[in-house]
């Protein structure tokens, strides 16, 4: 089930009835695991009872993102065609309608006399529509690549000195991305967009210095959050810490088993 999303911001019958499907749905099953502490409040609200909700976070294999040998990041910006002497804003995930990434062509427009390259790595509908805008802005700061095996994901990861977190306003209410974890784990420097209320908000006052949290669908803000993000020491201590502590999937995965076994 898409928690919260069945009949959302629609109305007639077809809305109303996949509505109740929901609802029926999460009364009659043993137990309903979420994904953020936002989503348990959300099967709340929707007459879940509090002993049937678990909280299964997304976790990251944060073995593989320690000590990443530099040679590998090198030989996979090579491999790029990322020129060295420029830092690195790293933007790794599926390229749609939800992130808004159409602040980070204008961010890079607006930073394009800095040496940085933003890198734009992925797939996804949107993509088309995001090269032909940096392409007519003749921006030669943006370099759109496709989507890296999984094996390579530690260096790319370790490569970005700044990296994108992007959705629309709204979007962070009830989801920490999956790529965040992974991004923590290897302790790189995020700028997240997200209101003060939402998850990802709630994340970074909780933990100062995890990431860098501006406004959602503001150039101004995201270019202030990057060039933030960009005065940091290239590893984030806060940020893999707290992966270390909290995002382990050894630790997520036995929390979740001795709560299931209650």
């Not at 490569?159 to 974890?181: E, F, W, Y």
């Not at 784990?185 to 908000?201: F, R, Y």
Request: with cysteine; hydrophobic share 40%; charged share 25%.
């Amino acid at each position: 089930l898409g928690l919260g999303m069945a009949g959302k911001g629609k109305r007639g019958s077809v809305a109303r009835l996949a509505t109740a499907f929901e609802r029926s749905a999460l009364r009659n099953v043993d137990n309903v695991s979420t994904i953020s502490r936002s989503m348990m409040n959300k099967a709340r609200e929707k007459g879940v009872a509090a002993e049937k909700i678990l909280f299964f976070p997304n976790w990251s294999e944060v073995a593989r993102f320690q000590d990443v040998n530099d040679a590998d990041v090198t030989a996979l910006r090579q491999q790029l065609g990322l020129p060295e002497g420029k830092k690195i804003v790293l933007y790794s995930g599926n390229i749609g309608e939800k992130q808004g990434l159409e602040k980070v062509i204008d961010a890079a427009e607006r930073l394009r006399d800095r040496p940085l390259i933003f890198a734009i790595v992925g797939q996804g509908g949107g993509k088309a529509r995001l090269e032909n805008m940096a392409r007519e802005r003749g921006l030669a700061n943006i370099k759109f690549l496709p989507l890296q095996p999984y094996d390579a994901l530690p260096a790319l990861l370790k490569m970005g000195d700044c990296h994108l977190v992007v959705q629309k306003r709204g979007a962070a209410d009830a989801v920490l991305p999956s790529k965040l974890t992974n991004i923590l784990a290897v302790g790189g420097n995020a700028v997240i967009t997200a209101e003060p209320h939402t998850e990802l908000g709630q994340l970074c006052a909780r933990y100062p210095g995890i990431a860098v949290c501006v406004e959602p669908e503001s150039t101004d803000a995201l270019v202030n959050g990057i060039s933030q993000a960009l005065a940091m020491p290239k590893n984030n201590t806060t940020a893999r810490e707290y992966a270390e502590r909290t995002l382990n999937k050894e630790n997520v995965l036995r929390q979740f088993i001795a709560d299931i076994r209650g």
